[in-house]
């Protein structure tokens, strides 16, 4: 199979970060066509620096990124720098990029990629808030169909929340942006807590990504050792939490992950719940299927995954 060309969406985050790098380490499986950055856990302006940051990284000053949108669609933007740190990619020591950004809009970036690519071959990879995909959905409805298929990260049922008692961050930050891609009828895959929270970077796995004596292993350990503190305090889980790099290790190996298709809505008018992702597990209504929502992965897959297609960075 020819490698799937994507566009991931994101806001990083040091998870977001392993996500990009897991990307960049699969050409034969991904094609990269562009980032583009959103506010989220951090503001945009720190965003769209650490992916660039992260593409440096891998040695790749080539790959474009965009910045997209500076706020969620109707709320003022929430930020997560009690997880990620005030930089977002808290932890090592880094250099400010030096690559550019691109001079584009991202919402612009998505419209003209789906436009221009064959219809039904491009898949969009959001990690963040779903403010950028909704953006392009609304300004330019028609590329909504030529969207192949949407793998993102975002939600809980089981987990029920990590922002609030009742919504996961990506989909409280934007629950109107989600609710316009929930709704697009574009095929879609969800990433939520559920899976995310079985994806631990324990302290053997930390070990293995020090081991490969890279400055890729090296700044991935150090953002995983930096991020854990969080998790381990709230949940006292083993390590952190890679919610982001699931999606990604999703399209090289689908197979590593399982879930069900199902109805899935977003709340948007209740204080209390806002940003819940209603998920109907158990199929108790009639309202039509809309997402494969995945609840299990086999983490040493992933995590073999991961260090493999990291170690050839
Ligand atoms: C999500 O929120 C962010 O903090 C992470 O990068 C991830 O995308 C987890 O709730
Ligand atoms: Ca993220």
Not at 57 to 67: C, E, P, Q, W
Request: aromatic share 6%; charged share 20%; net charge negative.
């Amino acid at each position: 199979m020819p490698p799937r060309k994507i566009i991931i969406d994101t806001d990083p985050g040091q998870d977001d970060a392993i996500a990009i790098l897991l990307a960049l380490g699969s050409p034969d499986d991904i094609t990269l066509l562009g980032i583009t950055a959103v506010a989220g856990n951090v503001p945009l302006s720190l965003t769209e620096k650490n992916a660039r940051i992260v593409c440096e990284l891998a040695g790749r000053t080539d790959m474009k990124v965009f910045a997209g949108c500076d706020a969620p669609l109707k709320r003022k933007l929430v930020t997560a720098e009690h997880v990620h740190g005030k930089t977002g990619l808290d932890g090592p020591v880094m250099d400010d990029p030096t690559m550019p950004l691109q001079d584009q809009h991202g919402v612009d970036f998505l419209i003209e990629t789906l436009r221009a690519e064959p219809s039904g071959s491009v898949t969009l990879c959001p990690i963040g808030p779903l403010t950028n995909i909704a953006a392009a959905f609304q300004k330019a409805p028609d590329v909504v169909e030529r969207v192949q298929e949407i793998v993102l990260m975002g939600g809980a049922y089981f987990q029920v929340g990590n922002i609030t008692p009742a919504a996961e961050f990506n989909i409280y930050v934007d629950p109107e942006a989600a609710k316009i891609v929930f709704g697009a009828g574009v095929p879609l895959v969800v990433m939520p807590l559920d899976v995310t929270h079985k994806a631990l970077a324990t302290k053997s796995r930390v070990d293995a990504f020090r081991n490969m004596n890279t400055k890729v292993g090296d700044m991935v350990s150090a953002w995983t050792s930096f991020f854990e503190r969080f998790d381990k305090e709230k949940y006292g889980s083993a390590g952190a939490p890679l919610h982001d790099p699931c999606t990604i290790a999703y399209l090289i190996q689908p197979d590593l992950f399982k879930g069900r298709h199902i109805n899935v809505e977003i709340e948007t008018t209740s204080d209390l719940t806002l940003g819940m992702t209603v998920a109907d597990w158990w199929r108790v209504t009639d309202r039509p299927a809309n997402a494969t929502f995945m609840n299990d992965l086999d983490a040493d897959g992933f995590f073999a995954l991961l260090t493999e297609r990291l170690a050839r960075l």
